[in-house]
């Protein structure tokens, strides 16, 4: 492995690579990626480190993959970082900046990054069987690792003993790291306590609730303010659920409530499904109950979604793995498999009396002109309407993402739709509806392009809008092979994998069964 920011790998240039590869989210350049692992801000620099195939394009051989950015959106692959080898698989973890030396892995004047990350024991430990958490260091900036020869540092003698978050809390028992992580098996968050990283004890445990049908994996612990407001501070659950999700298979639902430094107790507002509703007994219930969990997204790709530990100025920044496990090994992709969904920026505000997650994708300012490629199409100056008819919006710029912004007065339309990477007869493409007497934002990809490729990749995924004063404000991201779209300012997101037939990109925007008003309208490409 290299030891400097010179010998990573340079970011594939997109002619050589396949038409689906992203303009701005990260994939690995030659090999499959999963779970977002170890996020941290340090030196400036942004650090995705990521579960990781080194030698193939499907799951296996999991290893830490890693790359870093200045900007969450161009990034740079670096040598794997934590490799797997014949005693254990690397899983997923988090990595902290040790500014106290708590660990004597570093100094004072130079801490060390220590990752936490689970060892999946393989047949030649002595371990075998099990999963526990081990630790392993940088003390330069995160370019190499080395294992604890103590490893491993925390085990319950469990199978499924996975996924650690790990964050620094200060208490009634002063400083102090808090670990998260899961019993995937029994739907369960457990709780540990540590002042130096390297013993452990047990404090409480959380679940099942809610979405508990699958297995619970890559849980999430942080305090967020509501409507900014420093004496009305919240702590923020997340677990990710696969199977058993909202649109099916793999997802990430979150709890708010409080932590006390010991046990995480949620608001009654987060527990709106009752926990055990089997699907295979009651289908209708099981479904219903789903729909009154809270969703960090409503589409069918978006999973595992953890948070940056030190993300400059406070700010509480998540990435998720842009996949489902019901089709993720046979995505139409190659060398490459599987990307990241873009950095949100997450906040809490008070909806209905209740404290709720906003989601806002991170991007350029505006009209910053190192990002922003060129505004393709700008109707922001003069509202106009549009009554059972179509509006042509820019094509997509070959080798750019777009971003369409809108605020639509929805009026006496029954539908409002954008059609995504459409075809020159207006029958193909990515369908995104809002339907006025549901009261749904619904993404179509049944007519994306490429969907063959698994009996589970065409779906419909529909998510619960309701406007305010009458008004859809929509933000979607369309990279080579994604929408992901951020509703009411981003109350409500849906993300969608999609694989549009060559030259279909075309644009457009119909209103159906009445009168719409199109207030603003703006389309950005960047790159």
Not at 164 to 193: C, D, N, S, T
Not at 313 to 337: E, S, V
Not at 476 to 485: K, R
Request: aromatic share 10%; with cysteine; hydrophobic share 40%.
């Amino acid at each position: 492995m290299s030891s400097c920011l010179d010998a990573a790998i340079p970011e594939t240039t997109r002619h050589a690579t396949s038409r689906f590869r992203p303009a701005i989210h990260f994939t690995a350049r030659d090999t499959w990626l999963n779970d977002p692992n170890g996020l941290v801000y340090y030196g400036g620099l942004y650090h995705l480190f990521f579960q990781n195939n080194p030698y193939g394009s499907v799951w296996g051989n999991m290893s830490w993959g890693h790359a870093t950015s200045r900007d969450l959106l161009h990034w740079t692959e670096h040598p794997v970082a934590i490799a797997c080898d014949e005693e254990e698989d690397i899983f997923s973890g988090s990595v902290v900046v040790d500014h106290g030396n708590t660990s004597g892995f570093g100094t004072a004047d130079h801490p060390a990054l220590v990752a936490i990350y689970t060892s999946a024991y393989k047949a030649a430990s002595e371990h075998h069987g099990t999963q526990a958490q081990s630790l392993a260091y940088s003390t330069d900036a995160g370019m190499t690792w080395r294992k604890y020869d103590g490893n491993p540092v925390l085990s319950r003698n469990s199978a499924h003993f996975r996924d650690p978050k790990v964050f620094r809390y200060q208490g009634e028992r002063g400083a102090g790291w808090i670990m998260v992580a899961v019993e995937a098996q029994h739907q369960k968050v457990v709780l540990y306590r540590s002042d130096d990283l390297k013993s452990w004890e047990f404090l409480s445990d959380f679940g099942p609730a809610n979405a508990d049908q699958g297995e619970w994996e890559c849980p999430d612990l942080f305090p967020l303010m509501v409507d900014g407001d420093p004496d009305n501070t919240k702590w923020v659950l997340i677990v990710n659920v696969n199977p058993g999700a909202v649109a099916g298979g793999s997802g990430g639902q979150y709890f708010v409530g409080t932590f006390d430094g010991v046990r995480f107790v949620p608001d009654a507002g987060s527990l709106a499904a009752p926990a055990g509703v089997s699907a295979l007994d009651d289908p209708a219930a099981a479904a219903a109950a789903l729909q009154q969990c809270l969703w960090l997204d409503w589409g069918r790709d978006c999973y595992a979604s953890v948070s940056f530990s030190d993300a400059p100025d406070g700010r509480r920044i998540i990435i998720g793995w842009m996949n489902n496990w019901d089709y993720a090994n046979q995505l139409p992709t190659a060398p490459w498999r599987s990307s990241m969904t873009l950095a949100r920026e997450l906040r809490l505000t008070e909806i209905n009396g209740s404290a709720r997650l906003i989601q806002q994708p991170v991007l350029p300012p505006a009209r910053a002109e190192e990002a922003v490629h060129a505004v393709i199409g700008q109707m922001d100056a003069v509202a106009f309407d549009l009554r059972d008819s179509a509006f042509r919006l820019p094509d997509a710029v070959p080798g750019s993402a777009h971003i369409i912004e809108a605020e639509i007065l929805t009026g006496s339309a029954s539908h409002v739709a954008f059609h995504l990477f459409g075809d020159s007869e207006g029958s193909a493409g990515t369908l995104l509806t809002y339907h006025a007497a549901a009261n749904q934002l619904v993404l179509d990809r049944r007519l994306s392009g490429n969907t063959g490729f698994h009996e589970k990749f065409p779906s419909l995924e529909a998510a619960p809008l309701v406007l305010e004063d009458g008004a859809l404000k929509l933000q979607i991201v369309v990279d080579h092979c994604s929408v992901e779209v951020f509703a009411q300012d981003g109350q409500v997101v849906l993300t969608d994998l999609v694989f549009p037939e060559e030259g279909h990109t075309g644009n457009r925007l119909t209103v159906s069964g009445g009168q719409a008003t199109i207030r603003t309208l703006t389309v950005t490409a960047l790159n």
